[in-house]
T-cell receptor, first 115, second 116 residues
């Protein structure tokens, strides 16, 4: 079974631009979560989608948004990029995330660099 | 709110030596605990997880972890380290969220270096 895939793997943008990252979950998984990883803040939860609905959101500004499609694929968007948005963005999928015991499986990440 | 502490930022061990990475958690309910490993430029790979039952859990690549409720710890161990184990290791606690679903709260990670 194929794992979580994320595209693109690398992105370079300039301040003020916007960016869209894509995540395809493991087949059959319906929950997709996004995390931001930076050297200073570590791994932080951005948001989680299930059945095309955002169920939960972390403590990030409104410039960070996302959506999920009917096939469970998810995109996240960052508008008006700032230098501090440079990070590795990780997507994780799980079956349903109904239970705390649902295991999250991570993709390879998208490395975003903002110049 | 839940939190995870990994006291060791860097650890260096010789190949063939034993390894123990420390993890302490804070969580009000029954914790669901995970260890993930990250190689440079890669995503996170699940090593093992603890939900309930036997407090000693086995994972992939010869790793194991022991849950100790009295010490709020979930330390990762390996009897004999291989050079390919050099990577960053993250301990995480899973928490149910009000609207359904769950999220992971991660520790700051421990960077493992293996000397040949």
């Amino acid at each position: 079974k194929a794992g979580v895939t994320q595209t693109p793997r690398y992105l370079i943008k300039t301040r003020g631009q916007q960016v869209t990252l894509s995540c395809s979950p493991i087949s059959g998984h319906r929950s997709v979560s996004w995390y931001q990883q930076t050297p200073g803040q570590g791994l932080q939860f951005l948001f989680e989608y299930f059945s095309e609905t955002q169920r939960n959101k972390g403590n990030f500004p409104g410039r960070f948004s996302g959506r999920q499609f009917s096939n469970s694929r998810s995109e996240m968007n960052v508008s008006t990029l700032e230098l501090g948005d440079s990070a590795l963005y990780l997507c994780a999928s799980s079956l349903s995330a109904v239970s705390s015991t649902d295991t999250q499986y991570f993709g390879p990440g998208t490395r975003l660099t903002v110049l | 709110a839940q939190s995870v502490t990994q006291p060791d930022i860097h650890i260096t061990v010789s190949e063939g030596a034993s390894l123990e990475l420390r993890c302490n958690y804070s969580y009000g309910a029954t914790p669901y605990l995970f260890w993930y490993v990250q190689s440079p430029g890669q995503g996170l790979q699940l090593l093992l997880k603890y939900f309930s039952g036997d407090t000693l859990v086995q994972g992939i690549k010869g790793f194991e972890a022991e849950f100790k409720r009295s010490q709020s710890s979930f330390n990762l161990r390996k009897p004999s380290v291989h050079w390919s184990d050099a990577a960053e290791y993250f301990c995480a606690v899973g928490a149910a969220l009000t609207g359904g679903g769950n999220k992971l709260t991660f520790g700051t990670g421990t960077q493992l270096k293996v000397e040949l």
